[in-house]
Nanobody, 121 residues
Framework: QVQLVESGGGLVQAGGSLRLSCAAS????????RGWYRQAPGKQRELVAI???????NYVDSVKGRFTISRDNAKNTVYLQMNSLKPEDTANYYC???????????????WGQGTQVTVSS
């Protein structure tokens, strides 16, 4: 089973920074993408940032220029550096891995348990 464990959330004042980490473990045959999603109360989960296997990145417009997604392949870990945080960034942040666990299995989505980010004004 693929497991994703997030860390790094917390409470920060507006304008501050946080770095989220997501460590993957278990058997992973192929990773298509790693990403971060967030969900605020009463809202749908949205994609925040994605990093594909070829190294390309994409961000939701509201975080462009403030957030950076990166990875450390040796540690099977992906990071989300969040700068200039705003109260509207407050949400539960979820790590995602899209890929195959074995060569014969279908591509699936794997999720972390979520980490809360709260930005005070």
């Amino acid at each position: 089973q693929v497991q994703l464990v997030e860390s790094g959330g917390g409470l920060v004042q507006a304008g501050g920074s946080l770095r989220l980490s997501c460590a993957a473990s278990g058997n992973i045959f192929r990773v298509d993408s790693r990403g971060w999603y967030r969900q605020a109360p009463g809202k749908q989960r949205e994609l925040v940032a994605i990093l594909t296997s070829d190294g390309s990145t994409n961000y939701v417009d509201s975080v462009k220029g403030r957030f950076t997604i990166s990875r450390d392949n040796a540690k099977n870990t992906v990071y989300l550096q969040m700068n200039s945080l705003k109260p509207e960034d407050t949400a539960n942040y979820y790590c995602n891995l899209k890929g195959r666990q074995y060569w014969y299995t279908a591509t699936g989505d794997y999720w972390g348990q979520g980490t809360q980010v709260t930005v005070s004004s």
